[in-house]
C-alpha cells in the first residue's frame, strides 16, 4: 500500500518536476474521496538547496533518513546536464528499492536511478533530449525514448515535466485504484490517462545534407505524393542498385523505405498543424495514399492517431472536424 512519500531533492533541483510529485501526492484529498499520503521533502542534509534557473531557493527540513521508511522514493529532475548524486543519496535510494519501496524519476532524475544501479537490466526513459546521454552514460539500461512513462520492477522512469503526472497517476492507479486516480486528476484538471508517448514530441532532424546524394534527397522531399521504388531512385542518382542502397544508408544512416516513411510523417504532422485538410487529403499529399495507411504509420511510430495528434498540436483556431480527421 502507498502511505508514506519522499521526494529527494539534489542541487539545481526543477521546481515544475518538484511541483508535480508535490501536486500528485502532497494534497490532502480526502475530503473529495481521494487519497491522503504521508509526504515530505528531504535532501543530503538539512537547509538550503539550490533551483534550476536559480530565480529562487528552497529549505528543506529532512535529511536521507527520511527515505528509511517511504513507500515512495521520488526524484525530480536536476540541472540541465546532472552531474554524479553524492553516494549517500544512491546508497538511499539502493536501500528504498531494496526493502520493497517504489522508485520513481522524473525527466533527468533517471541519471541518479543509473548511477545507483537501479537501470542496469532495466527498461526505462528519461526525456527525449537527455535519452542518447542516459544510454551512453548507462549502457546496462534499455532506454524507450518514446514513451512516456515506464514500470520495470517498481523502478518507474517518466519523460519529460507533464509525463511525471502521468506516472505518478499510474502509480496511484496501481496501487490503490482507479477511482482514487481518477479523482486526483479530475482534482488537477487532467486526463487520468494520456493517449501516446513522448514521440510525438520530439524534434527528429531530418537531413536532406549529403555527401552525394543531397540533390536526390531535395528532390524526394518535393514529390513525397509520388511512389518511388530503390531501382528508380538509383537510376536518378546514375547509381547500380546495390551501390545506391549501400550510399544511401552511409549518408542518411537509414534505408530509403525509412528515410520515406519519417519524411511522409513529419509533412503530415506539419499539415495535421497548420491546416484544416481531412486526413484522407493529408495522407494523399504526404504520399501515404490512404488514410488507414497514414493511421497505422502515426499508431506505430507515434504512438497516437492523427485526430489525437491534431488536437494536441494543431496552431489554427479552427479545428477540423470529427469526421475529417476521424
Not at 543509473?114 to 535519452?131: F, I, N, P, V
Request: aromatic residues 6%; hydrophobic residues 45%.
Amino acid at each position: 500500500m502507498l502511505r508514506t512519500v519522499t521526494a529527494v531533492l539534489l542541487p539545481h533541483v526543477a521546481p515544475f518536476e518538484l511541483g508535480v510529485a508535490c501536486e500528485v501526492f502532497g494534497i490532502d484529498r480526502s475530503d473529495t474521496g481521494g487519497p491522503s499520503f504521508d509526504f515530505r521533502v528531504c535532501a543530503l542534509e538539512p537547509g538550503p538547496v539550490s533551483v534550476k534557473g536559480g530565480a529562487f531557493g528552497l529549505v528543506v527540513d529532512h535529511d536521507l533518513s527520511a527515505t528509511q521508511d517511504a513507500d515512495l522514493v521520488v526524484v525530480p529532475a536536476y540541472g540541465t546536464d546532472p552531474r554524479p548524486a553524492p553516494e549517500p543519496v544512491l546508497e538511499a535510494l539502493r536501500a528504498a528499492h531494496a526493502r520493497g519501496a517504489w522508485i520513481l524519476s522524473i525527466c533527468s532524475g533517471a541519471f541518479a536511478l543509473g548511477e545507483a544501479g537501479l537501470l542496469d537490466g532495466r527498461a526505462c526513459t528519461t526525456h527525449w533530449m537527455h535519452a542518447a546521454e542516459l544510454a551512453r552514460r548507462f549502457p546496462d539500461a534499455r532506454v524507450d525514448p518514446s514513451v512516456l512513462y515506464v514500470d520495470d520492477d517498481r523502478v518507474l522512469t517518466s519523460a519529460g515535466t507533464a509525463a511525471g503526472i502521468d506516472a505518478g497517476l499510474y502509480l496511484v492507479r496501481r496501487e490503490l485504484g482507479a477511482a482514487a486516480a481518477a479523482t486526483v486528476a479530475r482534482r488537477m484538471v487532467v486526463p487520468p490517462h494520456r493517449d501516446g508517448g513522448q514521440a510525438q514530441y520530439v524534434d527528429t532532424p531530418l537531413p536532406c545534407e549529403a555527401d552525394t546524394l543531397a540533390p536526390l534527397l531535395a528532390w524526394l522531399v518535393d514529390h513525397l505524393d509520388e511512389e518511388h521504388t530503390v531501382p528508380a531512385l538509383a537510376a536518378r542518382a546514375l547509381m547500380s542498385e546495390r551501390t545506391f542502397a549501400r550510399r544511401f544508408r552511409a549518408e542518411t544512416g537509414t534505408t530509403p523505405a525509412a528515410w520515406l516513411t519519417r519524411q511522409r510523417l513529419a509533412r503530415a504532422q506539419e499539415l495535421l498543424e497548420r491546416t484544416d485538410a481531412g486526413v484522407d487529403e493529408i495522407a494523399r499529399v504526404a504520399g501515404f495514399g490512404s488514410a488507414a495507411v497514414l493511421r497505422h504509420h502515426f499508431a506505430r511510430s507515434l504512438g497516437t492517431s492523427p485526430q489525437a495528434y491534431r488536437r494536441t498540436f494543431a496552431c489554427r483556431d479552427e479545428a477540423a472536424s470529427d469526421e475529417d480527421v476521424a
